[in-house]
């Protein structure tokens, strides 16, 4: 599981690549923490690119769900995009497509995430 960091605007973006499981996921959550406490009312919105996911577990959808709960606290902006088929499905039978925003597209995220 790699994680890369790019800014446009007031928004970050990291783009997650590999697979979210077990074996990755303390790694994962681990390098999101220090984007997350910055994720707040004046700081930046976070965007999560799954265009490189290929699986995300219940231990994974563990850490996103602490995601949501500590920017949520935080008065902060977090949403997922690009979703692959197969972790999309895992995100409606979870339902963690009510969890987080998730947009087809980085673009239409990012577009949303601006203003």
Do not use: W
């Amino acid at each position: 599981m790699d994680l890369v960091c790019s800014e446009i605007g007031a928004v970050r973006v990291l783009a997650v690549q590999g697979r979210i499981d077990h074996a990755a996921a303390a790694g994962f959550q681990e390098a999101l923490a220090p984007y997350l406490s910055a994720c707040g009312p004046e700081g930046y919105a976070l965007l999560l690119d799954f265009a490189g996911v290929e699986y995300v577990s219940s231990v994974g959808l563990r850490v996103l769900m602490l995601a949501a709960k500590q920017v949520k606290a935080q008065n902060g902006r977090i949403a997922i995009a690009a979703l692959t088929p197969l972790v999309s499905e895992v995100f409606q039978i979870s339902r963690f497509d009510l969890v987080f925003s998730v947009f087809d597209t980085l673009d239409l995220a990012l577009v949303t995430l601006a203003s």
